[in-house]
């Protein structure tokens, strides 16, 4: 189960994101679970585990590629407009530039599609209304769209 603390307006859930580059490109997966849209590779933080412990599972877990190095960016709260696979809004999330090898194998599960996109591209993502909420704020707060 997620990481969980009750807030004044509900339930607060913990994730992590990963900003994964590649020749100018950044790492994007098209979701299978929700909330829908394009979205880096992220997932929750669980109870007992740290950000990083985090960061570790989820990329192993969505992409089988292997974390070897990561630079904390920032950490934000993001209240999503539509619920998450645990039924909540509220996350505060640890986003980190990471450095990854491997090769790429995508959880049949959690990923429909995954590619390197431009940040033009990701432009036009945002413009067609396909990027998860949750990285529309953060690829604004990056600069990137």
């Known amino acids: 189960m997620p990481k969980t603390i009750k807030t ?3 339930n607060q859930h913990f994730s992590v994101g990963a900003i994964i580059e590649s020749n100018k490109k950044i790492l994007l997966i098209s979701r299978n679970l929700p909330p829908p849209g394009y979205a880096a590779i992220a997932g929750h933080i669980e109870e007992k585990e740290t950000p990083l412990q985090a ?3 989820e990329i192993k877990e969505e992409t089988n590629l292997n974390l070897i190095s990561q630079k904390f960016l920032f950490k934000k ?3 999503q407009k539509e619920n998450c696979v645990f039924n909540e809004k509220r996350h ?3 986003v980190y530039k990471c450095e990854c090898e491997g090769e790429i194998k995508p959880s049949k599960k ?3 599609l995954i590619n390197y996109f431009t940040r033009k591209q990701i432009q036009k993502l945002y413009k067609q209304k396909k990027l998860e909420f ?3 704020v953060i690829f604004k ?3 990137i769209i």
């Open 8 to 10: 004044k307006t509900g």
């Open 55 to 57: 960061l570790k599972r």
């Open 77 to 79: 709260t993001i209240i």
């Open 92 to 94: 505060k999330w640890y």
């Open 110 to 112: 959690e990923v429909k």
């Open 134 to 136: 949750a990285w529309f």
């Open 141 to 143: 707060k990056l600069r």
